[in-house]
C-alpha cells in the first residue's frame, strides 16, 4: 500500500462513514500514525439518499470527499480499499490493493440492506443505501413514465406508475412523501397527455404503526400528514415476494408495480476473519463492551452501525443511526489518545439527542427528549440539523440553495435519467406484463 513503516503506534480505520469520520477528526496531531480505509472515495450523508432518489438534490451534494476531510492532517494516509478479510492473529488486514498490519483496528463498516433470505425481493426490489442506488431509483422512476406514455394498456401503464415502498422507518416515511409530492406538483406538468392522477404510492409496514422508534404520537402524525398527501399507508400487512411486478404479502392484499423499494432492514457489514458466531449478535453485528473493544479482543474496536454495545439503557444496542455513530467515534478517539498516553480509557455513555423524520414540504415530526412537536417548526429544525450535519461547507450552502428554490419553485429539478437503469437480471417488464 506504499505507506511507510513509523516509530509511532499504527492504527487503522475501516470506513469513513459518520463513525470513521468522527475518530479520525479526534486523532489529528497524534503522536500515531493512523490510516483510513473506505471502498469509496467520499463521505455518504445516507439521510439526504431519498432526495438523490427524487431529484431534489444531487448526489455530489451529499457526497464528501475524505481526502479533503483529512487534508493537512500529519501521519494520515487514506487509501481507497474494499478490506476483504482480517488476520487477527497476525494483525493483518487484506484488501483488493495489498495487505497493511495494524497495531489498533478500528472496525467502523456500517450497514447493508438486510433482505432477510428473500431472493426475489433482493433481484428484482430496490435499495437505497449508496448513492448509485438512489441514482439507479431516480432513473427508473423516470424511466417508468416514459415507458407509460407508450402503452395503451391500462394495467401496465398503473404498474409503471404504482410504488410500493416497504418499511415505515424514516426512510420509508420520507421517501413516500417526496414521490406523493412529485405526484402532486411535478408529473401533471411533465407529462400533461398522461393521467398520472393513477399513480398510487403505496407505504407498507409490517408493524402496527409508523416510524416504531419513535413516539406514539410522532408516528399518528406522520401517518396523518401522508395521508393528506394521497400516500396509502398499509400496516399490519408483511410483504412475502416480488417477481418484478407482482408483490404478494402475508395476507389478501397484493399490488402490482414495476418499482418496489425495500427499506425495511438492515444487517451490520461483518469482514472475514471477524464474522465467527463467537464476534457477532443480531443483526450480524460485533459485540463490543463500553470501551468499544470487540469481544475477545484488546486491540479491535467497533463503532456504528456495525458495533453493539448492550447497556441498560440499551439491551439490544445503540440506534443504528448517525448520531450514535459520530458520538462512538468521538468517544473512542479521545480513549486512543488517552491509550497512548497510558490513561485509563472512558466507557461511553450515548447521550440521545431525539430522532426526527420529515413527510414533505413543512410537515415533519420531531422528538426531542424532553419535548416532541409536528409541523412547520419541526420541518425548520429538521432542514437546520441535517444542514449543520452534512460534511462540507459548499454542500450546505448548495443543499440550502436547492431546498429555497425547490421550496419557492415547488420544483425538484434534478429529475434527470442521467445514467439508464437497468438490473442485471431485470424481467422482461414487457413479457410479464403480457403474462
Ligand atoms: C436511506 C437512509 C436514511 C437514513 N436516515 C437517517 C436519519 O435521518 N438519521 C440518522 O441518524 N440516521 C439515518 N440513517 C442511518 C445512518 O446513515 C447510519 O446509522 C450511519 O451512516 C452509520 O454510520 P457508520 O459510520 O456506522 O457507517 P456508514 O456511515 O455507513 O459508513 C460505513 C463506511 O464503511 C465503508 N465500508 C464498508 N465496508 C467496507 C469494506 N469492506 N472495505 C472498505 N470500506 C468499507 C463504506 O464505504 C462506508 O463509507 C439513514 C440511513 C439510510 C440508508
Request: proline content about 4%.
Amino acid at each position: 500500500m506504499n505507506i511507510p513503516q513509523s516509530s509511532s503506534p499504527r492504527f487503522v480505520i475501516i470506513g469513513g462513514g459518520f463513525g470513521g469520520i468522527a475518530l479520525a477528526k479526534k486523532l489529528r496531531d497524534k503522536e500515531a500514525q493512523v490510516v483510513l480505509l473506505d471502498k469509496h472515495n467520499y463521505h455518504n450523508f445516507q439521510p439526504l439518499l431519498y432526495q438523490v432518489s427524487t431529484g431534489g438534490l444531487e448526489p455530489d451534494s451529499i457526497a464528501y470527499p475524505i481526502r479533503k476531510v483529512l487534508q493537512g492532517y500529519p501521519n494520515f494516509y487514506f487509501r481507497l480499499a474494499n478490506v476483504l478479510e482480517i488476520d487477527t492473529n497476525k494483525r493483518k488486514i487484506s484488501t483488493n490493493i495489498g495487505d497493511i498490519n495494524y497495531d489498533y483496528l478500528v472496525v467502523a463498516t456500517g450497514s447493508r440492506t438486510n433482505y432477510f433470505g428473500n431472493k426475489g425481493i433482493e433481484a428484482m426490489g430496490m435499495a437505497m443505501k449508496t448513492i448509485p442506488q438512489s441514482l439507479n431509483l431516480r432513473s427508473l422512476i423516470l424511466e417508468n413514465f416514459e415507458q407509460a406514455l407508450l402503452t395503451d394498456d391500462l394495467h401496465a401503464r398503473d404498474a409503471l406508475m404504482n410504488f410500493v415502498i416497504v418499511g415505515g422507518g424514516p426512510t420509508g416515511v420520507e421517501l413516500a412523501g417526496a414521490l406523493a409530492e412529485i405526484k402532486k406538483g411535478i408529473l401533471p406538468k411533465d407529462y400533461p397527455d398522461l393521467d398520472t392522477r393513477r399513480a398510487q404510492i403505496n407505504l407498507v409496514q409490517a408493524g402496527d404503526r409508523l416510524l416504531p422508534a419513535m413516539s406514539e404520537v410522532a408516528s399518528r402524525k406522520a401517518e396523518r400528514f401522508l395521508e393528506e398527501l394521497g400516500v396509502n399507508v398499509w400496516k399490519n400487512i408483511r410483504v412475502a415476494d416480488y417477481d418484478g411486478l407482482h408483490v404478494t404479502t402475508d395476507t389478501d392484499t397484493s399490488f402490482n408495480t414495476a418499482t418496489l423499494v425495500w427499506a425495511a432492514g438492515v444487517s451490520a457489514v461483518s469482514i472475514k476473519g471477524l464474522d465467527a458466531k463467537e464476534f457477532l449478535c443480531r443483526g450480524n453485528r460485533l459485540k463490543v463492551n463500553k470501551f468499544h473493544q470487540v469481544e475477545g479482543f484488546k486491540e479491535i474496536f467497533a463503532i456504528g452501525d456495525v458495533a453493539q454495545m448492550e447497556t441498560e439503557d440499551f439491551p439490544n444496542g445503540h440506534p443504528m443511526m448517525a448520531q450514535p455513530a459520530i458520538q462512538q467515534g468521538r468517544n473512542l478517539g479521545d480513549n486512543l489518545v488517552r491509550l497512548l498516553e497510558n490513561k485509563p480509557m472512558k466507557p461511553f455513555v450515548y447521550k440521545d439527542k431525539g430522532s426526527m423524520a420529515t413527510v414533505g414540504r413543512n410537515k415533519a415530526v420531531v422528538d426531542l427528549p424532553k419535548v416532541k412537536f409536528q409541523g412547520v417548526f419541526a420541518w425548520f429544525v429538521w432542514m437546520f440539523v441535517h444542514l449543520y450535519f452534512l460534511i462540507g461547507f459548499r454542500n450546505r450552502v448548495v443543499v440550502f440553495i436547492n431546498w429555497v428554490y425547490n421550496y419557492v419553485r415547488f420544483d425538484r429539478e434534478a429529475r434527470l435519467i442521467i445514467r439508464p437503469f437497468k438490473k442485471q437480471n431485470q424481467v422482461d417488464r414487457n413479457k410479464l406484463m403480457q403474462d
